[in-house]
């Protein structure tokens, strides 16, 4: 008899989270702290990737209701097991703030990048053996051997425009720390989600290319030229452009505090 899809999806949510937390806490007993963050990483780019393409099932199965609601509950869960954020932004803006070197950037971008790209093949053996978990996981199966389809589903200007527009706003809202430390998770979670909700029908709003890359990368009319302006240039660019804005807004906070002084 098969399960309900949302109840299938939320166990292997579960599971999949609480596999890579007892991996990382094994790494951190037997690697020094450099290396630790490496497969931090590695996991947390792996755990992102696969519990978003699990996501598929929910709203095929459930619509966009069931999907955002499923999203803001992933989101949320990854706030208190996820160590490492998955992110390629995230190095981006650790090296303009010289927080990292170019080296070890390079390092942690390969790798969320290789764990991105392992998530896509596992989720989808998942998928092949859905006939013992749900009709929809059924249903999923017959993608183990295709191709997939491109997520950009509009010019690549309005898409790079799309996903810039996605990264800054995010960038920008949690660099200006709006909300106070018990809010944080809820808000982080929902802005999240509204942002991928307003954006998906245009390019899957990705805003992380190592996820993007997992997902949309090599898919059918998706030429490379395409997926690194839109999914690599657009973050990149508004990475950079929130970060000097975040800047220009802290000195000027900080002369004007000095003045009232």
Not at 50 to 59: G, N
Not at 74 to 91: A, D, K, P, R
Request: net charge neutral; hydrophobic share 50%; proline share 3%.
């Amino acid at each position: 008899m098969a399960l309900p899809a949302a109840a299938v999806s939320a166990g292997f949510v579960v599971c999949l989270s609480g596999t890579c937390c007892v991996a990382r806490s094994i790494c951190k007993t037997i690697l020094n702290d450099r290396f630790h963050s490496f497969v931090a990483e590695f996991l947390a780019a792996f755990q992102l990737t696969a519990a978003i393409l699990e996501m598929d099932v929910v709203l095929d199965g459930y619509g966009w209701r069931g999907y955002s609601v499923g999203l803001f509950c992933l989101f949320l869960s990854f706030s208190f097991t996820m160590e490492g954020s998955g992110c390629v932004c995230n190095v981006w803006q650790d090296m303009f703030a010289r927080k990292i070197r170019l080296a070890p950037a390079v390092v942690t971008i390969a790798c969320q990048l290789c764990g991105a790209l392992l998530a896509s093949p596992f989720v989808k053996y998942f998928w092949y053996h859905g006939e013992f978990f749900s009709d929809h996981h059924f249903a999923k199966s017959g993608l183990f051997h295709d191709v997939c389809e491109s997520a950009l589903k509009t010019t690549v200007p309005a898409g790079m425009g799309a996903e810039f527009m996605a990264t800054f706003v995010y960038t920008l809202i949690t660099g200006l720390n709006v909300w106070n430390d018990k809010m944080f998770r809820y808000a982080d979670a929902f802005l999240i989600t509204m942002i991928v909700y307003l954006g998906a029908d245009w390019t899957g709003m990705m805003f992380n290319p190592a996820l993007a890359t997992a997902l949309t990368f090599n898919c059918n009319n998706h030429p490379l030229y395409d997926h690194v302006i839109v999914y690599w240039c657009g973050p990149f660019l508004a990475t950079l452009a929130s970060f000097y804005l975040l800047k220009h807004i802290d000195t000027r906070g900080e002369t004007l505090k000095a003045k009232t002084q």
